[in-house]
Structures are given as structure tokens and as C-alpha cells.
């Protein structure tokens, strides 16, 4: 699978939009565009995917650039419980495909 | 989205002693479950895929003897740690993929985890 390129932390204030963005610029054809979340001392909380239209959802959007090679995950309004550690994972499709994670970006939501 | 719940959710052990650990499926059939193991600060890393009724695949540098799992169900995954020792203390999580009636998820939904502490 592709890796992945995140930016290790980010800050954002409460009721602005969170953009977090990820680079996968050897990311091949038939590869998704996974992003989730683990909130500290849970389990991952899977938020959105995509394989090269924007996708959008109940809890974020997520933009792909037309070469593939980049995309950013944005809530459009962040809280304080988006908190979190997000993972941008790039694999292919199907049950058994295996989740690579990297160290992702940890979004802090302040007052 | 679908639903994967793990038992327990923390357990204290001795040294020698093994522990097993469940991950149920609530409302969908995995077909597929995965574990992995985060130690503090660090990432997930995958230990092992599980197919109803087949034999775990791990991976690299994962004893298979030493972790034992079992998928013997289309909603049940067990992981036993085999004589745990304080090293093998660690946050373990399973996920599970599947279908629910004619939806796919190819996407993998995350139990809560389970905290083991090795004395």
C-alpha cells in the first residue's frame, strides 16, 4: 500500500473549519483514500473514503486532487470533541485489505 | 455504521498467565477481523487478519504460537495471549469488516479496545 504524508499536529479553534491534509503522491489506481480518527484511549472511529471524487458525509468532506496525489479532510465546523488523532490511510478496496497506520496529525480544538 | 464491541475492556493478569480477549460483530457478518496492538504514544500495528473459519494470517515479528485467535463465527474473534509477561502489556484493538443484508463494508469498524496490564 501507499504511504502517507501528515503533518504531526495541528490547532484550530472551536466553530472554524478543520482542513487536514495528507499527501499520497505514490498512491496507485485502484487505492482508496481512508481517513480515521481515535479519540485518546479508544478504538479508531472510521470517518470517510474516497477514490477520486469529493466525498461528503455526515461528519466530514473530503477533497481529492485531480492527480490523486493529495487530498484534505475537512470538519467543517470543529469542536472540542473532535480532539483526536486522524490517520489518512491508503489502501484498496475490499474485506480483507489490510489498514496501514502512520502517526497521523493530532488536531487540538480550543476555546 | 456498524457496530464491534470488545470484551473486556481492561484486565490485570499475572505474569504466566494467559488472557483471551473477544470481539463480537453487533449488527453485521465479518467476514474478515483484524487485530492489532498500540503501545503508548505509538500507532496501531496490525498483528493479524482473521477469516470466518479459516487460520489467522500475521504479521512479520507476530508470534503466532504466543497469540492465538480464533474466528470460528461470522460475529466472534478471540485473541488469547498465551503466558503473558509485563512486556505484552498494551492496548489491543480488533476490527471487523463484512456485510449486513445486500450493503458491503469494505471499510473497517473499530471495537473500543481492551487495556492489558501484565504484573
Known amino acids: 500500500d501507499a504511504k502517507t504524508t501528515q503533518p504531526p499536529s495541528m490547532d484550530c479553534a472551536e466553530g472554524r473549519a478543520a482542513n487536514l491534509p495528507c499527501n499520497h503522491s505514490?498512491?496507485?489506481?485502484?487505492?482508496?483514500v481512508y481517513w480515521y480518527r481515535q479519540i485518546h484511549s479508544q478504538g479508531p472511529q472510521y470517518i470517510i473514503h474516497?477514490?477520486?471524487n469529493n466525498e461528503t458525509n455526515e461528519m466530514a468532506s473530503l477533497i481529492i486532487t485531480e492527480d490523486r496525489k493529495s487530498s484534505t479532510l475537512i470538519l467543517p465546523h470543529a469542536t472540542l470533541r473532535d480532539t483526536a488523532v486522524y490517520y489518512c490511510i491508503v489502501r484498496s478496496t475490499g474485506t480483507a485489505s489490510k489498514l496501514t497506520f502512520g502517526t497521523g496529525t493530532r488536531l487540538q480544538v480550543t476555546l | 455504521g456498524a457496530v464491534v464491541s470488545q470484551h473486556p475492556s481492561w484486565v490485570i493478569c499475572k505474569s504466566g498467565t494467559s488472557v483471551k480477549i473477544e470481539c463480537r460483530s453487533l449488527d453485521f457478518q465479518a467476514t474478515t477481523m483484524f487485530w492489532y496492538r498500540q503501545f503508548p504514544k505509538q500507532s496501531l500495528m496490525l498483528m493479524a487478519t482473521?477469516?470466518?473459519?479459516?487460520?489467522?494470517?500475521?504479521e512479520q515479528g507476530v508470534e503466532k504460537d504466543k497469540f492465538l485467535i480464533n474466528h470460528a463465527s461470522l460475529t466472534l474473534s478471540t485473541l488469547t495471549v498465551t503466558s503473558a509477561h509485563p512486556e505484552d502489556s498494551s492496548f489491543y484493538i480488533c476490527?471487523?469488516?463484512?456485510?449486513?443484508?445486500?450493503?458491503?463494508?469494505?471499510?473497517?469498524?473499530f471495537g473500543p479496545g481492551t487495556r492489558l496490564t501484565v504484573l
Open positions: 505514490t498512491i496507485s489506481g485502484n487505492e482508496y
Open positions: 482473521s477469516n470466518e473459519g479459516s487460520k489467522a494470517t500475521y
Open positions: 476490527s471487523a469488516s463484512g456485510t449486513s443484508g445486500v450493503m458491503t463494508y469494505n471499510e473497517q469498524f
Open positions: 474516497g477514490l477520486k
